[in-house]
């Protein structure tokens, strides 16, 4: 998935803050640089109205938790943001009921299977397991709070919105087109139902995570979102606190083991960033403490996960130092005196 010109570049472990602006801004441009060419990847064609988007748009966005932003490419063109709602989602309802109440009802483990499975919820005696698959996302969407499905909905777009730090658009085009073709997720949430899963209506339930999946979003839009989880819960440009920190680890845990499908651990092993896919073509990756990576490109792998999106962070990822599990060599405090008194 990863090839010698991502796995070739210089890898830099900064255990604190960005490197400067200038350097960041310069690396950003790089990456998208690099992989515009690049034409692997089909672009998502199970739900018609996806089939229609451009093959070339590639838009890359850089968040700080600060605030500063750095960008390449279309990064003004606005795509459904798909499963990635599915993390976000997931943080408002933690935020509401807690950590131990949703573990209990969704789950927080890897399937190893494709992202709409039936077979992996009867494989697990109807758990969900986990909130970023198909099935534990519409669990996730029905524990939302709300009095009826209206509010249930506009406590998301609220949520998600706030996330973002301005009001997203529901593209009615995309919903439209993903409710005449979501019978698999009709069939899921039923079965959901079944088990014991699902407390709300299986249809309804499944109309507003559908609604959900069709908020238009921008690849910056996605870098703020996910600065907000990388700066513990406060959008770095609205200043608002969206969730607690105890939630946002909650959330980036399970993006980490979860976010890319059966593909999570190479992920995980080659870029070290939580991170979530959606099949418009959109990417967020968090670098907690230090911001978000928001990509955008419709060419996907066969786990629908776009192409570009998964180089650039790749590429980023090593550049800039972002990798949860790099780090620099250890000075202890007396090597440090010792360096003092010599100069």
């Given at each position: 998935?990863?090839?010698?010109?991502?796995?070739?570049?210089?890898?830099?472990?900064?255990?604190?803050?960005?490197?400067?602006?200038?350097?960041?801004?310069?690396?950003?441009?790089?990456?998208?640089?690099?992989?515009?060419?690049?034409?692997?990847?089909?672009?998502?064609?199970?739900?018609?109205?996806?089939?229609?988007?451009?093959?070339?748009?590639?838009?890359?966005?850089?968040?700080?938790?600060?605030?500063?932003?750095?960008a390449a490419g279309d990064t003004d063109i606005a795509f459904s943001i798909q499963s990635i709602s599915k993390a976000f989602v997931f943080a408002l309802v933690c935020e509401r009921y807690g950590h131990q109440a949703v573990h209990e009802r969704v789950g927080v483990n890897n399937t190893g299977l494709p992202f709409n499975s039936v077979m992996a919820v009867e494989l697990n005696a109807?758990?969900?397991?986990?909130?970023?698959?198909?099935?534990?996302?519409?669990?996730?969407?029905?524990?939302?709070?709300?009095?009826?499905?209206?509010?249930?909905?506009?406590?998301?777009?609220?949520?998600?919105?706030?996330?973002?730090?301005?009001?997203?658009?529901?593209?009615?085009?995309?919903?439209?087109?993903?409710m005449l073709t979501n019978q698999r997720n009709k069939a899921i949430a039923r079965l959901l139902e079944r088990y014991g899963r699902l407390d709300t209506d299986p249809l309804e339930t499944v109309?507003?995570?559908?609604?959900?999946?069709?908020?238009?979003?921008?690849?910056?839009?996605?870098?703020?979102?996910?600065?907000?989880?990388?700066?513990?819960?406060?959008?770095?440009?609205?200043?608002?606190?969206?969730?607690?920190?105890?939630?946002?680890?909650?959330?980036?845990?399970?993006?980490?083991?979860?976010g890319l499908y059966e593909r999570s651990g190479e992920w995980l092993f080659e870029i070290g960033l939580p991170a979530k896919s959606g099949v418009a073509g959109g990417i967020v990756a968090i670098s907690p403490g230090k911001g978000a990576l928001g990509t955008f490109s419709p060419r996907l792998d066969p786990a629908g996960n776009s192409v570009r999106g998964q180089r650039a962070c790749a590429y980023l990822s090593r550049a800039l130092g972002l990798n949860l599990f790099a780090s620099s060599v250890h000075q202890p405090v007396a090597a440090h005196r010792d360096s003092a008194k010599g100069a």
């Open positions: 998935m990863f090839e010698a010109d991502v796995l070739d570049v210089a890898q830099h472990a900064f255990t604190g803050d960005l490197p400067t602006e200038s350097r960041v801004g310069e690396l950003v441009a790089e990456a998208h640089r690099r992989y515009t060419g690049l034409h692997d990847g089909q672009v998502a064609d199970y739900i018609p109205i996806l089939a229609e988007a451009d093959p070339n748009w590639f838009g890359l966005t850089l968040a700080g938790v600060d605030g500063s932003t750095h109807g758990s969900p397991m986990n909130p970023m698959v198909n099935a534990g996302a519409i669990a996730t969407t029905g524990l939302m709070p709300g009095a009826t499905p209206a509010e249930q909905w506009e406590n998301i777009r609220t949520g998600i919105s706030r996330f973002a730090g301005r009001y997203l658009e529901l593209d009615g085009v995309v919903y439209h087109s993903e109309d507003i995570y559908t609604r959900q999946c069709a908020l238009a979003v921008t690849s910056a839009d996605l870098a703020v979102m996910g600065a907000t989880l990388a700066g513990g819960g406060v959008n770095p440009v609205t200043r608002e606190r969206v969730i607690s920190s105890e939630v946002c680890r909650d959330t980036l845990a399970v993006l980490a083991s979860c």
